[in-house]
């Protein structure tokens, strides 16, 4: 693909589809025709750039050169003067002075980030994690400059509530009201912390985005303090992540030589700095509360808010805490400002959100997109759809404390109130497609064996009741399901959501109640029929050798229980009663003559 | 905001400083989940054909572009061109996009991304 000429760009956006950006491609695309250079162009579209006002955009690379404003007339002179004579057209040119969206210039994979928005993870990629100088280059530290020198923390905190940023952490609570409800706290000594605790199953977005570019969350978290009134900042983060840590630990030492942190920042009153705490990567510690009870040394459990952190958090005192995401956003909101960044998204969730997809579809990774970008975009646009030919199922999003949806709600878009409404949560960013090839209880129950397994024990409803659902879905994976183990699970669920302390109680049935919500006939088929459709649970299961069996004896070789009987180059045998479908003979099977019924 | 401007005019030129205008820049994914897939390795064979005696290439490591199936990822940039980013990058792959790309300006199209 790197043999083409050009690569064009243009904004399919709606707010550019509204200025008639279609129509401006088709002419452009005659013109191409005419010209007969068709086969030296690459057209991608692009999802909203964010600049619906200078609608339609084109980008023209090499060079990163940005068209607006464009007019029908002016498809003629770009192809002629710019792709033929190698003259870029400066009078249609567009000076953009934003900070999100650099990929463009650096990546050429246009089929996987042209859909993208990078605004949190604007440098991932893009810059060296371990030199200040390349995040300097990149504006860094601009927006911190801004708001000591141009804005009263209140006017910060306007604008960051103007943004409609909401944290990225999961619960997506307003960040510009918290900060107000931590700032109005008269409590000279107050902390701000960043959750990098991340402890969703498959979850690897905090993790990413610090070691692809760990001086912006610390910028963020400068621009937080500053605006509440905080001397002290606290980054919690798990030791499973020593690049990571590594790589803050090296950015921090070089912030503060550059005089970004520590005393007297930049020269102005503003004294803050930043240490890290290591966490020992339990789940329950990103919730909040608990991490705050980590943080101060002891056992991480929950209590019940209120009181809320940003009132009497750490050490008793008023406490800022965001997720990594979250603090990431807030440089680009100071820079680009409020007015833009609430452009993009729905009307009650604005800016993009990273997920890092994974399971089932072609192209796993980490991707960011505009808020109201659909599930089917996500998954058949950007992941490329599902591998081998196989039927989608499902996706799960929001991990351990998320849900199901299967296909009818793939047109759902990403926001915090539609996925809600669908049944699922935004969660912190986990999505996980599912083909046919996967079993939903099993699907539910490995995420309650998670919570269960990381439950505190605090409370009696999340302790006990994720132990009995756990125990009911494993009988039923092993075929020793009873009539009324579904109503069960429901009773228990809705209990253990209603009692629970903190939110891995309240969430922890989610995974078994959207399953059921959605798939019912899956945990009917368990318990009645004994039959698992996608041939997952073993125990459901027989292994019968098929007529096109040579009798190599591959599978006689290989079973471990001597259940396999038959002649050499004779059909061979499994007796039912001796087998422990262990799967051992099915692999081993170079004809695939053992079946799975 | 001056100070900044200033900070910022400073480390532009210490990166250039550094080579950034060489002709070809050469960016190594470097963060776990590109080290697990074997970056490290990769790394070093840059390192090491430098450190042999290639010129005009400016090498550098960067964050997860999000790409995790086809990690590690290589990227040359060369200005005024398309950059080209190669995926699933081996110890013996690397070797011969020195060889190649970075000697002779040959893209592998095979393993482009
Ligand atoms: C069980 C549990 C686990 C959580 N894990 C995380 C986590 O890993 N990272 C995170 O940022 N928030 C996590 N949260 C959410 C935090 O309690 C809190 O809402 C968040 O850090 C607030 O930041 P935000 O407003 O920027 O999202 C978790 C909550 C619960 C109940």
Same mark, same amino acid.
């Given at each position: ?597 | ?9 400073? *480390? ?7 080579? #950034? @205008? &060489?002709? /070809? ?23 090491? *054909? ?7 290439? #400016? @090498? &550098?490591? /960067? ?51």
């Amino acid at each position: 693909m790197a043999d083409k000429q050009y690569k064009l760009t243009f904004c399919d956006g709606s707010g550019c589809l509204k200025n008639h950006a279609r129509e401006f491609r088709q002419l452009f695309e005659e013109e191409l025709r005419r010209h007969q250079i068709q086969q030296n162009v690459q057209i991608h579209l692009s999802g909203c750039l964010g600049m619906c006002t200078k609608g339609p955009i084109l980008i023209v690379n090499p060079g990163y050169i940005m068209y607006g404003n464009l007019r029908p007339e002016d498809a003629a002179e770009i192809v002629q003067e710019h792709l033929v004579n190698g003259r870029p057209v400066s009078r249609l040119i567009i000076q953009e002075d934003h900070l999100y969206n650099r990929f463009f210039r650096i990546f050429g994979d246009s089929e996987f980030f042209g859909r993208q928005m990078r605004i949190a993870l604007r440098n991932c990629g893009v810059i060296d994690p371990e030199k200040i100088d390349d995040y300097l280059a990149m504006r860094g530290y601009e927006a911190l400059a801004k708001v000591l020198t141009e804005m009263t923390p209140q006017q910060v905190i306007e604008e960051v509530k103007k943004s409609g940023l909401r944290g990225r952490g999961g619960a997506g609570f307003p960040t510009g009201l918290k900060w107000e409800y931590t700032a109005k706290q008269s409590d000279p000594e107050k902390y701000v912390i960043c959750n990098a605790d991340e402890g969703d199953p498959g979850a690897f977005m905090d993790r990413s985005a610090i070691e692809g570019d760990p001086h912006t969350v610390l910028e963020g978290m400068i621009i937080g303090g500053y605006a509440i009134g905080s001397r002290q900042g606290i980054i919690y983060i798990r030791a499973e992540y020593p690049l990571a840590v590594q790589r803050l630990k090296k950015a921090i030492e070089d912030a503060r030589r550059e005089g970004f942190l520590g005393e007297r920042i930049l020269g102005t009153d503003f004294s803050f700095d930043i240490r890290i705490c290591l966490g020992a990567g339990a789940f329950v510690c990103g919730e909040e509360t608990a991490l705050i009870h980590s943080i101060e040394g002891f056992r991480g459990m929950p209590r019940p808010r209120p009181p809320y952190p940003s009132v009497s958090g750490l050490f008793g005192k008023p406490t800022l805490i965001n997720n990594v995401e979250t603090w990431a956003n807030i440089p680009v909101i100071i820079i680009d400002g409020a007015d833009w960044f609430s452009r993009i998204g729905t009307a009650t969730s604005k800016g993009t959100k990273v997920f890092a997809l994974a399971g089932k579809v072609r192209n796993t990774g980490l991707v960011e997109v505009p808020m109201g970008t659909t599930l089917r975009d996500i998954i058949f646009g950007i992941g490329g759809g599902i591998p081998n030919g196989k039927k989608f199922k499902a996706v799960q999003t929001g991990g351990p404390s998320g849900g199901c949806l299967p296909e009818k709600y793939l047109d759902t878009q990403i926001d915090y109130e539609s996925l809600a409404k669908a049944g699922s949560i935004m969660g912190s960013g986990g999505m996980i497609v599912i083909d046919e090839d996967s079993c939903m209880v099993r699907m539910a129950r490995f995420f309650v064996e998670f919570t269960q397994d990381e439950s505190c024990g605090k409370c009696t409803p999340c302790r006990e009741g994720t132990k009995r659902m756990l125990e009911i879905l494993t009988r039923i994976t092993r075929g020793q399901g009873k009539p009324g183990d579904i109503e069960k699970l429901e009773r228990l669920g809705t209990m253990i959501q209603k009692a629970s302390l903190c939110g891995l109680g309240q969430s922890a049935p989610n995974p078994v109640l959207s399953t059921i919500r959605n798939f019912r006939e899956e945990y009917e088929e368990h318990i009645h029929q004994k039959k698992c459709r996608a041939r997952e649970c073993t125990a459901l299961l027989s292994f019968v050798v098929q007529d096109n069996c040579v009798g190599c004896g591959a599978c006689k070789r290989v079973c471990p229980v001597n259940a396999v009987s038959g002649n050499r180059k004779e059909k061979h045998s499994i007796n039912p009663n001796l087998c422990i479908k262990c799967g051992q003979c099915y692999d081993a099977c170079k004809f695939n003559a053992i079946a799975k019924v | 905001m001056d100070l900044i401007r200033k900070k910022r005019a400073e *480390a532009v030129n210490r990166i250039i400083s550094k080579g #950034y @205008l &060489s002709t /070809k820049r050469v960016y190594v994914g470097m963060a776990t989940c590109e080290i697990a897939a074997g970056s490290k390795e990769v790394m070093a064979v840059f390192q090491d *054909a430098i450190a042999k005696g290639l010129t005009d290439v #400016y @090498l &550098s490591q /960067k964050g997860c572009a999000g790409r995790c199936n086809l990690e590690p990822t290589v990227e040359v940039v060369e200005e005024g061109k398309i950059p080209v980013k190669y995926g699933l990058v081996t110890p013996e792959r690397a070797r011969e996009i020195i060889e190649r790309h970075l000697k002779k300006g040959e893209v592998i199209q095979e393993w482009v991304i």
